[in-house]
């Protein structure tokens, strides 16, 4: 990733203009409710107040509200904690894995996983998501690695999943969870692009006490600025998170909190409904566009914000493509093994920014792909 970006910038600083689809942001999909209630509550000094570590209450209680009728399970104050959610699967795996332990991470991921658990000295286990069973859970394959290794303490399963924009089957990981409490295995569920499936009747009701959840409002409320998330989980890890904010940063402002509070707690539905609407008329279009050649393959995304492309055929890898891209088309893309060696002839590209330049930029996508049939 660090090396696409540099390129870009290089091509930028000549004058340049790129089209930037490798960031997984949605804030141009302007969410005016958010604006408002940030302002209306940064009004008086004690909006600038400290808050406390664990989060506001009233955004706890909010966070559970939707957690309770998600999980179908009774949780209390003291199984949420506001943070974060990239700073969430550190804490995470630092509140339940020791040095040595293992975990199993999906492959390809969202970087942050893999490098959190480098980072904490705790051996990867991938578990690889394969495009020929469109990124479903391999249950049978997970659990073997499981029992083969008694060292492995959880499992981290992102569900929809970034990057491939795909939801798992509900089964699978119902199975998964069950399988892995009986084996004393934390599942670790991202839960980052919940509210971005397009599959009207997907629900979901399964709650374990081996789940920790990680949320973020970056992503479905178009506010990664506010860096608002939170875990729901064991009262134990709960409490570590908090006494780790407390160290660390002390607190989220409060203003910010106070506004995804009443954010949850207002009636958001037509922004949801709209931003999902949006996503799948440009799943849609892209899709037109990008069938109408063989030199890639992807499954057609049903959730999340992005496109995830295997670029085998052309005779580069990810990377190489990427930089080509770049240089020929200026369009830049995520090289896919920045998730992992699954990823090594794939590129992610983010499909929720603005839309003139996405529309742009797949067009170029599809001339340099029917320009570089390998
Ligand atoms: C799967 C997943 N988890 C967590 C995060 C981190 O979210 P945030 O940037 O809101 O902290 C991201 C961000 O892209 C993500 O894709």
Redesign the pocket.
Known sequence: MFEILQAAKEEESLGRDIIHLEI?DSSPLNNVQIFNLLKKNLSNAESLQYSPSEGEKKLREAFLYHYKILCNHNFTIDNVVVT????A?SQVINSITDVGDAMLLPDPG?P?FSLSAQYFEVKKVLYELDQKEGYQLNVKDIKDKINSNKTIKAIII?NPS?PLGIYHDLTDIDEITKFCEEKNVYVIL?D??RCLIYNPTYKRNIHRSNIIY?Y????DTAS?AM?V?CVVGHESVIKSISKHNSLFYSCLPKFIQLAAAEYLMEDHRPYRIAMRDEMISRIESIDKVFKQTDTISYVKPNAGIYFWINVHKTGMSGKELSLKLLKESGVCVCPGDAFGPSGMNYVRICISGDKRLLVEGVNKMYNFFVKNLG
């Open positions: 997984g974060p959610a990239n700073a699967i969202f942050t992102n970034n991202d980052t692009y990680i973020s409002m970056s992503k990664p860096r998330g």
